[in-house]
């Protein structure tokens, strides 16, 4: 039976300091490609009349208007690091023009991690000016409905710290690993798209390679496979040329229809 359909685009595809890398002046830092300009890394997924966010960045407000997002349904979190959270406050012209709460997913440690970042907007004093206006739901290691569309929790490893993935429909969005274990492996098969991180051709502690994520598409075989958090190490058209056919780099605006059909 056919998965559901639904749209991708790619907000951000860049690494945790953005590229161009602030003071930087090395070929791709200072690449004419516009795929080599690296917001920080974020997606979001179009279903039915909904629009689904997977984590909010520094960039979160830069990367709604260049899509022209007029509304927001619900963010799902991998994990607390900056890079990935720090962008919340944004969320505020949603409540104002939505009139309601924005339901927020995350594990219980990268929740408790928000709730101290963002303690303003959790706390009970009375708010002198406007805060987000949340919903909070915790990921418990089980799968979870938004809005009709089933995400599917995928433990991963950053380092010493254990995060989140998500496969939803036939398609996962892996951010920010090292390793992937192998019982989460297999619940990565039989994907039409699969997103990894590739930070660099040089190993990283916290962080997969291009050669480390490529063999990791060859273990998995999905249709497409794109590959996101990427460093200034690496340009865009130079990279994919020596990358498998069914291999490439996202890039800041890339979209992508997973489904026979266009989404509603």
């Known amino acids: ?95 104002f023009r939505q009139k309601g709460k924005i339901p927020i997913y995350a594990s219980s440690d990268t929740m408790q991690a928000i709730r101290r970042v963002f303690q303003y907007i959790f706390d009970d004093r009375e708010k002198e000016s406007s805060v987000p206006q949340l919903a909070t739901h915790i990921i418990n290691g089980a799968a979870f409905d938004v809005f009709g569309l089933e995400f599917v929790p995928i433990p991963i490893l950053h380092g010493s710290a254990r995060i989140l993935g998500f496969r939803f429909g036939d398609a996962a969005y892996l951010t920010d690993h090292s390793e992937i274990p192998e019982s989460s492996m297999e619940s990565l098969t039989g994907l039409d798209v699969l997103f990894l991180d590739a930070l660099r ?24 496979a794109f590959f996101t958090h990427i460093s200034h190490d690496l340009a865009h058209e130079r990279t994919e040329s020596m990358l498998p056919s069914n291999v490439r780099l996202a890039y800041d605006g890339l979209e992508l229809t997973i489904g026979n059909a266009e989404p509603e």
């Open 1 to 95: 039976m056919a998965g559901p359909c639904f749209k991708i685009t790619v907000l951000g595809s860049g690494t945790s300091v953005g590229v161009p890398t602030v003071g930087c002046h090395c070929a791709v830092c200072s690449s004419s490609d516009p795929r080599d300009e690296r917001l920080r890394p974020s997606i979001l997924i179009s279903y039915r009349d909904r629009q689904i966010l997977i984590d909010t960045t520094p960039d979160f407000r830069a990367q709604a208007l260049r899509v022209h997002l007029e509304r927001l349904d619900a963010v799902v979190y991998t994990h607390s690091h900056a890079d990935h959270i720090m962008g919340l406050d944004d969320v505020r012209p949603y409540n």
């Open 201 to 224: 051709h040089k190993p990283h502690p916290t962080h997969s390679t291009v050669d480390r994520s490529v063999k990791t598409v060859e273990k998995l075989a999905p249709r497409r």
